[in-house]
């Protein structure tokens, strides 16, 4: 399985979006301070996540959530837990 998954940093409110194949592994490294993009913004949370049979799919809901109508998307699909 592939995971696209979306972080909340709750030191800056911003949004980190990624994908993996160890969903539970990432979201540890996350939350330990291992990932560098991540670590100067902790605590972080995860969100939500899709799971996917094929890395290239995951790679492409990536990329989509990162672009604006990602951002859109996921504001409205997270909209009561957002508020």
């Avoid at 291992?34 to 790679?59: C, F, G, M, N, W």
């Amino acid at each position: 399985m592939y995971y696209a998954y979306v972080l909340k940093s709750f030191k800056d409110g911003k949004f980190y979006i990624g994908y993996s194949s160890d969903l539970k592994k990432r979201i540890l490294s996350h939350i330990s301070g291992e990932v560098v993009s991540t670590k100067h913004r902790l605590p972080v949370q995860l969100i939500y996540y899709e799971a996917y049979l094929d890395k290239r799919d995951a790679k492409g809901r990536e990329k989509f959530l990162k672009g604006g109508s990602g951002h859109k998307y996921l504001k409205k699909q997270l909209r009561y837990f957002l508020k």
